[in-house]
């Protein structure tokens, strides 16, 4: 971070706090485009940000730290959901933890004291530390259960809230040294950034297998859905996607992405071994050859299986299937996402991927570590932020429309996705879209493609950055070696 100036940190902290506290701080400044570099104790000179204990010592920015925060992390317990500070910032109430009531600044005319405890908040989101907790209670591996998060708890799920701690810490920074305000732009000049990115369940969809079991399907529930069955006969009847084979479908998808100058991310399962047979097609020669000729000069991760993301054989087997066809898998998502932060990233670090992109809530969009920028999670057991870059998911289009998630009609898709699109031009931040290649069926799933190409030429038209993870990772790591 050479090109970004240098910002002084003081920490005087409890030991083993310590890196939890750099962890946090240091994710702040890579998204503040600031280069921080620590100091240790209770005072040092040309300290511009202080965090720790009471002191009398005036910096430009003091951050409050409570007596008792590093033991709570050191005790593994879930914070009192009755003890959530509630503080309404820019027309949306922002919980804060570790933090008493009251004003968020105290204004002198040389520093500011930022009363709630941005980085132990930060921590406890960053590391997803509520799942965690639940986690010792519940060690089936499976999808972390969003009714049980704290973001659904209190119904701020589709804010991040780790974005607005940085907003309030870049404040605080343009007011008492604002020598270090950066703009944080993307792609050198870009605003802010859309993530794309096609889970590939299917190779081809409509087997006839899959086509008689929909046709029937359709006439059995004709009466108790008439509008709907009737929509789908006769929609399969005349649309050429149920008698056209994948490739036409995904060379659509990547011939209209190349045309309005995107790119995106394509994970591809590498388990030969499912229940469902439409989904083993990487055993298939043909499909094989179909994948290469599309895909071959294409960004290609891992769509792993629920067992990649617990079994490091499972996953080392999957990758090894996809670089024997060829490709060089840096990127993961696993199937359903099943993951287990502490568990799932030691393994997907050990494998030497670089990034992951599975950190998000299948019944919900939105923030599941709290924020929508890229960052390096952290490893509870050894103390120290892992070598993974976790790139969040925050909208998937099954969670949009399935009845068991968000059941959104395509305006209220619309216009959420609208708002989410705005709230990352405001932030200036980063909004993930996962659309799986099936979906864009205009007859099994009418405006779910229709409203990914809406919401990317919306983000275009607001000076987005819009590619793929494997870009973003390429742009991240410079901030952050």
Same mark, same amino acid.
């Given at each position: 971070?050479?090109?970004?100036?240098?910002?002084?940190? /003081?920490?005087?902290?409890?030991?083993? !706090?310590?890196?939890?506290?750099?962890?946090?701080?240091?994710?702040?400044?890579?998204?503040?485009?600031?280069?921080?570099?620590?100091?240790?104790?209770?005072?040092?000179?040309?300290?511009?940000?202080?965090? =720790?204990?009471?002191?009398?010592?005036?910096?430009?920015?003091?951050?409050?730290?409570?007596?008792?925060?590093?033991?709570?992390?050191?005790? *593994?317990?879930?914070?009192?959901?009755?003890?959530?500070?509630?503080?309404? !910032?820019?027309?949306?109430?922002?919980?804060?933890? %570790?933090?008493?009531?009251?004003?968020?600044?105290?204004?002198?005319? @040389? +520093?500011?004291?930022?009363?709630?405890?941005?980085?132990?908040?930060?921590?406890?989101?960053?590391?997803?530390?509520?799942?965690?907790?639940?986690?010792?209670?519940?060690?089936?591996?499976?999808?972390?259960?969003?009714?049980?998060?704290?973001?659904?708890?209190?119904?701020?799920?589709?804010?991040?809230?780790?974005?607005?701690?940085?907003?309030?810490?870049?404040?605080?920074?343009?007011?008492?040294?604002?020598?270090?305000? +950066?703009?944080?732009?993307?792609?050198?000049?870009? @605003?802010?950034?859309?993530?794309?990115?096609?889970?590939?369940?299917?190779?081809?969809?409509?087997?006839?297998?899959?086509?008689?079991?929909?046709?029937?399907?359709?006439?059995?529930?004709?009466?108790?859905?008439?509008?709907?069955?009737?929509?789908?006969?006769?929609?399969?009847?005349?649309?050429?996607?149920?008698?056209? *084979?994948?490739? $036409?479908?995904?060379?659509?998808?990547?011939?209209?992405?190349?045309? /309005?100058? &995107?790119?995106?991310?394509?994970?591809?399962?590498?388990?030969?071994?499912?229940?469902?047979?439409?989904?083993?097609?990487?055993?298939?020669?043909?499909?094989?050859?179909?994948?290469?000729?599309?895909?071959?000069? +294409?960004? &290609?991760?891992?769509?792993?299986?629920?067992?990649?993301? %617990?079994?490091?054989?499972?996953?080392?087997?999957?990758? #090894?299937?996809?670089?024997?066809?060829?490709?060089?898998?840096?990127?993961?998502?696993?199937?359903?996402?099943?993951?287990?932060?502490?568990?799932?990233?030691?393994?997907?670090?050990? #494998?030497?991927?670089? %990034?992951?992109?599975?950190?998000?809530?299948?019944?919900?969009?939105?923030?599941?570590?709290?924020?929508?920028?890229?960052? %390096?999670?952290?490893?509870?057991?050894?103390?120290?932020?892992?070598? &993974?870059?976790?790139?969040?998911?925050?909208?998937? @289009? $099954?969670?949009?429309?399935?009845?068991? #998630?968000?059941?959104?009609?395509?305006?209220?898709?619309? +216009?959420?996705?609208?708002?989410?699109?705005?709230? #990352?031009?405001?932030?200036?931040?980063?909004?993930?879209?996962?659309?799986?290649?099936?979906?864009?069926?205009?007859?099994?799933?009418?405006?779910?493609?229709?409203?990914?190409?809406?919401?990317?030429?919306?983000?275009?038209?607001?000076?987005?950055?819009?590619?793929?993870? =494997?870009?973003?990772?390429?742009?991240?790591?410079?901030?952050?070696?």
């Amino acid at each position: 971070m050479e090109k970004y100036p240098n910002i002084v940190i /003081l920490l005087n902290l409890p030991r083993l !706090y310590i890196p939890k506290a750099e962890f946090v701080l240091r994710t702040y400044c890579y998204i503040l485009r600031l280069n921080p570099t620590f100091y240790y104790g209770s005072h040092h000179e040309g300290t511009h940000l202080y965090y =720790g204990y009471p002191t009398t010592n005036r910096y430009p920015i003091k951050i409050n730290f409570i007596d008792g925060t590093a033991d709570f992390f050191e005790r *593994r317990e879930l914070y009192p959901l009755y003890d959530v500070d509630f503080f309404l !910032y820019k027309n949306e109430y922002i919980p804060f933890l %570790f933090s008493r009531g009251g004003e968020i600044f105290s204004l002198d005319t @040389d +520093r500011c004291v930022v009363h709630k405890d941005l980085v132990a908040s930060g921590f406890y989101f960053l590391t997803c530390w509520h799942e965690y907790i639940l986690g010792f209670h519940t060690p089936d591996r499976g999808r972390v259960d969003y009714r049980e998060s704290l973001q659904y708890r209190w119904d701020f799920t589709e804010i991040p809230v780790v974005d607005v701690y940085c907003q309030l810490l870049l404040w605080a920074v343009s007011e008492y040294i604002p020598e270090f305000e +950066r703009n944080i732009h993307w792609n050198k000049e870009m @605003d802010f950034c859309v993530t794309l990115s096609h889970d590939v369940d299917y190779w081809h969809y409509w087997t006839h297998k899959q086509k008689f079991a929909t046709l029937f399907h359709n006439l059995r529930t004709f009466p108790k859905r008439p509008l709907r069955a009737l929509w789908k006969l006769i929609g399969h009847g005349l649309h050429k996607s149920f008698f056209s *084979r994948c490739p $036409t479908a995904i060379k659509q998808i990547l011939d209209k992405e190349d045309s /309005l100058e &995107v790119k995106s991310t394509w994970f591809l399962m590498g388990k030969t071994d499912y229940e469902d047979k439409r989904q083993n097609y990487l055993s298939n020669p043909k499909y094989r050859e179909q994948i290469l000729d599309l895909l071959g000069e +294409r960004e &290609v991760g891992l769509h792993g299986s629920p067992e990649s993301a %617990f079994d490091a054989e499972v996953l080392e087997q999957e990758l #090894a299937a996809l670089r024997e066809l060829g490709f060089d898998p840096q990127g993961f998502r696993t199937h359903y996402l099943h993951f287990d932060y502490q568990k799932s990233f030691t393994i997907l670090e050990n #494998a030497g991927l670089r %990034f992951d992109s599975t950190l998000g809530y299948w019944e919900n969009i939105g923030f599941r570590a709290g924020v929508s920028f890229p960052f %390096f999670p952290f490893n509870l057991e050894e103390n120290r932020p892992f070598r &993974v870059l976790e790139i969040p998911l925050i909208v998937m @289009d $099954t969670t949009l429309y399935s009845p068991k #998630a968000m059941n959104l009609s395509y305006r209220a898709a619309k +216009r959420t996705l609208k708002r989410q699109t705005e709230l #990352a031009a405001g932030y200036q931040s980063h909004l993930s879209l996962l659309w799986h290649n099936n979906n864009f069926d205009p007859v099994e799933y009418p405006g779910l493609g229709r409203l990914y190409w809406k919401t990317i030429s919306h983000a275009l038209n607001h000076n987005a950055w819009v590619t793929s993870l =494997g870009d973003l990772y390429d742009e991240w790591v410079t901030l952050s070696y």
